[in-house]
């Protein structure tokens, strides 16, 4: 039996195949396409695995808001569909879920708790939250959100705001980054430990359930952006613009920063504040 990871082609879905070596089975849409239920279904029921990763997602946030039927088959229908079959299996589905379903600020900024009403905006920030509700009609279920991905920088097909940033910054002097977004970047690697944690313990010491894992602290864009030129040994100016200077076709949550209090009395792996994560980006390849 093994541990199927959905998306394993993406950024944590690779980690996480990496990770698991031998115990993990990766599949991505070139050998299966989620949306395809009975041909899901058939691989799930040969394989009977231990457990579902599933980090396969519709992640193009702009795009999304031009083919809207594309994103929630993916991250809504695909995630029913693995809920059924997990379902009849007995087995764990861990669906990743993500910060944008908290998309108005909070009355009172205070990191966001796995409690708060959740109020996406956009068409992938909806979709993500109706597929995290797709994912607890499986009893032994876990929801793990999180926030502001970047893969290891080994990872080369990875798509993220450090190699835009890295790229971008060969190209100019100057770059405009947002700086009315609140959130918390998260390196990969350790968001994949702690889910491997998660599920290790899912059941006994681990109530299934929704999790916030994000790296500590908070910042904004345009701060995280400073960092990355700063501990590249770069030069680039990084200029403040606000969301609406900007003007990306789908909303962004001005306040999306997680309270991880729950997930760290688990005892799991320590999730280090963003700038030790950062620069570990750079020492770790
Ligand atoms: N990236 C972030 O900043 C962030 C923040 C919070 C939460 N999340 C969530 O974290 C999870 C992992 O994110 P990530 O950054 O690792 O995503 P990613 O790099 O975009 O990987 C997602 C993978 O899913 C694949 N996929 C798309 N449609 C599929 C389908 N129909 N069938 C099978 N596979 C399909 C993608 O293939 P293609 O590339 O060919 O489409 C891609 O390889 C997602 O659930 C995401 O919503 C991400």
């Known amino acids: 039996m093994s541990i199927l990871v959905t998306g394993a082609h993406g950024q944590l879905g690779g980690e996480l195949c990496r990770m698991l070596g031998d115990r993990a089975t990766g599949i991505d849409v070139d ?21 579902i990763i599933n980090c396969a997602a519709y992640t193009h946030v702009d795009k999304a808001e031009m083919e809207p039927e594309k994103c929630r088959a993916v991250n809504v229908t ?28 909070p009355a009172t900024p205070r990191p966001w708790r796995e409690d708060d009403p959740p109020r996406p905006q956009g068409v992938y920030a909806r ?30 097909r990875a798509s993220n705001f450090v190699r835009t940033m890295l790229r971008l910054g060969q190209e100019r002097t100057e770059v405009r980054v947002v700086d009315d977004q609140r959130c918390t970047p998260t390196f990969v690697p350790h968001l994949a430990q702690a889910i491997i944690f998660l ?14 894992v994000t790296n500590g602290g908070e910042t904004t864009w345009c701060e995280f952006a400073v960092e990355i ?7 680039t100016v990084v200029r403040p613009i606000d969301s609406a200077e900007y003007g ?13 209090e729950a997930y760290h009395r688990l005892g799991g792996p320590l999730m280090p504040d963003w700038k030790a994560a950062l620069a570990e980006y750079f020492t770790k390849p």
């Open 248 to 260: 990306a076709p789908a909303p962004r949550p001005a306040y999306s920063v997680l309270d991880t």
């Open 229 to 235: 030129f700063r501990m590249a040994g770069m030069k």
């Open 199 to 212: 599920l290790n313990e899912a059941g006994s010491n681990v109530p299934w359930g929704t999790y916030h």
């Open 78 to 105: 695909a995630v029913e569909h693995l809920a059924e079959a997990c379902g009849k299996l007995d087995c764990p589905l861990i669906q990743i879920g993500t910060d944008y379903v908290f998309g108005l600020p």
């Open 127 to 156: 979709t993500k939250l109706e597929g995290e509700r797709a994912a607890a009609r499986c009893i032994k279920h876990l929801i793990v959100r999180t926030c502001g991905l970047y893969a290891r920088a080994a990872d080369r």
């Open 31 to 51: 050998s299966l396409d989620l949306t395809d239920a009975p041909a899901a279904t058939a691989i799930i029921r040969r394989l009977r695995p231990e457990a």
